[in-house]
């Protein structure tokens, strides 16, 4: 039997969906929600990301050949509109060790994290967590309501009693991949964060878990603890493309939504799919 793969073992954030690399979507997402620097926190045997951050008038001219001046206007955008810079993790120790990777080039001011292996359609997401930090002075992350057999491959929070029911809420407390039984809540923690940049002191605290990694959750807890931790319900739809099944999803969605790619795929299930 043949086990599905997970995509990370590949520089997965270089497959395509459909036509524009999942990197590109991730950097449209952050330059719409209004960042004007991006820090990849990359590792040194994936090469192709800092390839494909580099200038490459070569390659915006082949895509204009091509007449895909849509895709080649936001290739363009990198190193002219946006500052993209990398930095390395080059032992993978966890998230809260990753995003500590970026503390020199992050500075002390409040920070985006997106998770490149979850995909959204737009910026409207990330923006509203910005917003939030902005008027608050207080982190901002996007929570999730699942059902409970669910819950435990991902971080879940208690909120604050008196929270109001649809949010924002105050976040208490925060667990990494609970058992189902063990958890505070049904509401889970997804691939985007804004964070006020105190949270690097809670980082440099890490105690690194039993797999020796160092998880963002505990110190998103630290300043849950201190109040400063706020929690916005999204239903915003969301590809996991660290899947083969929602790298698919996240492709055939892409292309679905191209008028003539569209027709194609419709004789293409007809014919081969009943
Ligand atoms: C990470 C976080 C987890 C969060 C999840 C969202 O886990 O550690 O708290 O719920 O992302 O996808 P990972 O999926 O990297 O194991």
């Known amino acids: 039997m043949v086990s599905p793969v997970s995509t990370n073992l590949y520089t997965y954030e270089l497959l395509p969906i459909f036509d524009v690399p999942a990197l590109q979507l991730i950097i449209d997402e952050a330059i719409g929600a209004g960042c004007d620097h991006i820090v990849l926190v990359s590792s040194r045997q994936k090469p192709g990301l800092e390839a494909y951050i580099a200038p490459s008038p070569d390659v915006v001219a082949k ?24 930095t390395y993790q080059d032992n993978p120790k966890g998230l809260g060790h990753a995003v500590g990777c970026a503390r020199e080039l992050v500075g002390n001011e409040p920070f985006a994290v997106l998770l490149p292996d979850e995909l959204r359609g737009d910026s409207g997401l990330l923006r509203l967590l910005i917003d939030s930090c902005e008027e608050t002075g207080k982190s901002a992350i996007e929570l999730k309501r699942v059902p409970m057999d669910q819950v435990s491959a991902y971080g879940v929070v208690t909120v604050t009693e008196g929270s109001p029911a649809d949010g924002p809420f105050g976040i208490c407390g925060v667990v990494e991949k609970p058992k189902s039984e063990d958890a505070p809540s049904d509401l889970i923690i997804l691939g985007r964060y804004v964070l006020t940049p105190d949270i690097f002191v809670d980082i440099d605290a890490l105690q690194p878990h039993a797999n020796g990694e160092y998880q963002l959750t505990d110190a998103l807890l630290a300043q849950g603890l201190r109040g400063e931790l706020l929690g916005h319900l999204t239903t915003t739809k969301r590809w996991d493309t660290g899947t083969p099944t929602g790298w698919l999803e996240a492709v055939l969605d892409a292309a679905a939504s191209q008028p003539h790619v569209n027709h194609m795929m419709t004789e293409w299930f007809k014919k081969n799919l009943s």
Not at 66 to 78: C, E, K, P, T, Y
Request: aromatic share 0%; no cysteine.
């Open 63 to 86: 895509l204009r050949d091509q007449g895909r001046n849509d895709v080649a206007d936001r290739l363009a955008r990198i190193g002219s509109d946006v500052r993209v810079s990398v």
